[in-house]
DNA sequence: ATGGTGGCCACGCCA
């Protein structure tokens, strides 16, 4: 089995903690990267997925609100968490795994969503949306110490036209907007950060990762956007074998308003 | 057409 790491916003780990496993069992990924556990650290799951099999476990959570866990079937070492903002809140969890010759740094992220009003001198969230992502400029993919990075999770910007579903329709939706969409890029790049979701599959074609619950009929308006982020070293180009979005998740039973990436390497 | 749903957890806040 090559080596494999899934990005999910479950909306609650505790609730849809049934969904996960099956995932686990079906897609049996190596990393699972989690956002929004709304989980506190003491009430976390554990037992459930070691049960799975993924002994190795690291989560930032706290009660109520956003939250991170990232779980693996292979060791993981030196967890950190990146405090942004100067708010005590659980956005950030990187790791360290080793996937063939490679040690590989992944940083789990949940990114603010910033509010319905997209003027950060009106709307307090929006701001801290924007600050978030100036302190995240200080994440490179690439250091001097050989680490190969992903940078993975509900990073909360859909950065191209083909990542809505009307690109005119939601210039000025927050997740969307110049300002976003611009400091995104901008940021990845300069960043020495790879797209790897669009390094596989071709920027002219739709790729959406959610879906609102406000929809009657979510899969026939199809109203989606792409939230939700692989990212890697530019070496981790070569490695990558393929990605799946999988948007058949979206039609489980209670499900997350996100479906899972998965991004496969040829790495053992 | 400018509300619609969902989760937390105890009621309004956040997405």
Same mark, same amino acid.
């Given at each position: 089995?090559?080596?494999?790491? &899934?990005?999910?916003?479950?909306?609650?780990?505790?609730?849809?903690?049934?969904?996960? *496993?099956?995932?686990?069992?079906?897609?049996?990924?190596?990393?699972?990267?989690?956002?929004?556990?709304?989980?506190?650290?003491?009430?976390?799951?554990?037992?459930?997925?070691?049960?799975?099999?993924?002994?190795?476990?690291?989560?930032?959570?706290?009660?109520?609100?956003?939250?991170? &866990?990232?779980?693996?079937?292979?060791?993981?070492?030196?967890? &950190?968490?990146?405090?942004?903002?100067?708010?005590?809140?659980?956005?950030?969890?990187?790791?360290?795994?080793?996937?063939?010759?490679?040690?590989?740094?992944?940083?789990?992220?949940?990114?603010? =969503?910033?509010?319905?009003?997209?003027?950060?001198?009106?709307?307090?969230?929006?701001?801290?949306?924007?600050?978030?992502?100036?302190?995240?400029? =200080?994440?490179?993919?690439?250091?001097?110490?050989?680490? =190969?990075?992903?940078?993975?999770?509900?990073?909360?910007?859909?950065? *191209?036209?083909?990542?809505?579903?009307?690109?005119?329709?939601?210039?000025?939706?927050?997740?969307?907007?110049?300002?976003?969409?611009?400091?995104?890029?901008?940021?990845?790049?300069?960043?020495?950060?790879?797209?790897?979701?669009?390094?596989?599959?071709?920027?002219?074609?739709?790729?959406?990762?959610?879906?609102?619950?406000?929809?009657?009929?979510?899969?026939?308006?199809?109203?989606?956007?792409? *939230?939700?982020?692989?990212?890697?070293?530019?070496?981790?180009?070569?490695?990558?074998?393929?990605?799946?979005?999988?948007?058949?998740?979206?039609?489980?039973?209670?499900?997350?308003?996100?479906?899972?990436?998965?991004?496969?390497?040829?790495?053992?």
């Amino acid at each position: 089995m090559p080596f494999s790491v &899934a990005t999910w916003n479950i909306n609650s780990v505790r609730l849809r903690i049934d969904l996960v *496993l099956q995932f686990l069992r079906d897609y049996q990924p190596d990393v699972l990267c989690l956002q929004e556990t709304k989980c506190p650290d003491d009430l976390f799951p554990r037992e459930a997925f070691h049960m799975a099999g993924y002994e190795h476990i690291e989560i930032s959570g706290q009660k109520g609100y956003h939250g991170v &866990a990232t779980l693996s079937r292979r060791p993981l070492s030196e967890p &950190a968490r990146v405090g942004f903002c100067n708010i005590a809140d659980c956005r950030h969890l990187s790791t360290i795994v080793t996937a063939g010759a490679k040690r590989l740094r992944i940083h789990n992220f949940y990114v603010p =969503a910033g509010g319905d009003e997209p003027d950060p001198l009106i709307n307090p969230k929006f701001a801290h949306k924007l600050g978030f992502l100036e302190e995240m400029k =200080a994440m490179n993919a690439v250091y001097g110490d050989g680490h =190969a990075s992903l940078l993975v999770g509900d990073l909360n910007i859909a950065p *191209l036209e083909t990542d809505v579903w009307s690109h005119k329709q939601l210039l000025k939706v927050v997740s969307h907007t110049p300002i976003e969409t611009e400091t995104f890029e901008a940021l990845r790049k300069n960043g020495g950060w790879s797209d790897l979701m669009r390094h596989y599959i071709p920027p002219h074609e739709k790729i959406y990762t959610w879906w609102s619950y406000r929809a009657a009929d979510w899969a026939a308006a199809d109203k989606g956007r792409r *939230l939700d982020h692989i990212w890697g070293s530019p070496d981790l180009e070569n490695d990558l074998a393929n990605i799946t979005i999988l948007r058949e998740a979206r039609g489980w039973d209670r499900p997350s308003d996100h479906v899972p990436v998965i991004a496969r390497f040829n790495l053992d």
